[in-house]
Antibody, heavy 121, light 108 residues
Framework: QVQLVQSGAEVKKPGASVRVSCKAS????????IHWVRQAPGQGLEWMGW????????TSAQKFQGKVTLTWDRSISTAYMDLSRLGSDDTAVYFC??????????????WGQGTMVTVSS | EIVMTQSPATLSVSPGERATLSCRAS??????LAWYQQKPGQAPRLLIH???TRATGIPARFSGSGSGTEFTLTISSLQSEDFAVFYC??????????FGQGTKVEMK
């Protein structure tokens, strides 16, 4: 079954860091990008960044530069999103999603189930 | 940064009726535009890519049109399972890959 399975919910204190994982199964891990998108409670979707599963190269939105680190482990078909210096405004559901690496850019055709991260003292 | 603006914010439609959703980009994204459907508690689902190509398994009642800066998603005859929030997103060369703020399609 082609799917992205994310790690479970997290509760963190302000100032801490969190790692969310995204494991791919049912398809060849490389040849795709993994994007990270978050959604605060009752709000819309916010694109955070992506990582190339071919090269490991990353791009992130300016807002998240220096705060988010995107990595991957090819051997276990898993991508990771590390978010540091958490504040209450980082409380959100975090989604991973894949994009096929084509000659041009492409849409996000497969999404993980989402991981709730709650930041609370 | 390309700003994506969706309208209306909320659309009240009766089952069987037609729904038309709009998405405008602050600069041309060519046809690099996708539409997603999100139901409560679920991840978004890809509906349309390339502005007008239905994703695998998407019913023909969903159609997309437009290019450049103006885009439309049309649901020809709303079914009960179609009520949800719809987002547009550009995937042109320039990051960030911003989303619109969403249009909620609710039952009238």
């Amino acid at each position: 079954q082609v799917q992205l399975v994310q790690s479970g919910a997290e509760v963190k204190k302000p100032g801490a860091s969190v790692r969310v994982s995204c494991k791919a199964s049912g398809y060849t891990f490389t040849g795709y990008y993994i994007h990270w998108v978050r959604q605060a409670p009752g709000q819309g979707l916010e694109w955070m960044g992506w990582i190339s599963l071919n090269s490991g190269g990353t791009t992130s939105a300016q807002k998240f530069q220096g705060k988010v680190t995107l990595t991957w482990d090819r051997s276990i078909s898993t991508a990771y999103m590390d978010l540091s210096r958490l504040g209450s405004d980082d409380t959100a559901v975090y989604f991973c999603a894949r994009e096929k690496a084509l000659a041009g850019n492409g849409p996000l055709d497969l999404w993980g189930q989402g991981t709730m991260v709650t930041v609370s003292s | 940064e390309i700003v994506m603006t969706q309208s209306p914010a909320t659309l009240s439609v009766s089952p069987g009726e037609r729904a038309t959703l709009s998405c405008r980009a602050s600069q041309s994204v060519s046809s690099n535009l996708a539409w997603y459907q999100q139901k409560p508690g679920q991840a978004p689902r890809l509906l349309i890519h390339g502005a007008s190509t239905r994703a695998t398994g998407i019913p023909a009642r969903f159609s997309g049109s437009g290019s450049g800066t103006e885009f439309t998603l049309t649901i020809s005859s709303l079914q009960s399972e179609d009520f949800a929030v719809f987002y547009c997103q550009h995937y042109s060369s320039w990051p960030p890959r911003t989303f619109g703020q969403g249009t909620k399609v609710e039952m009238k």
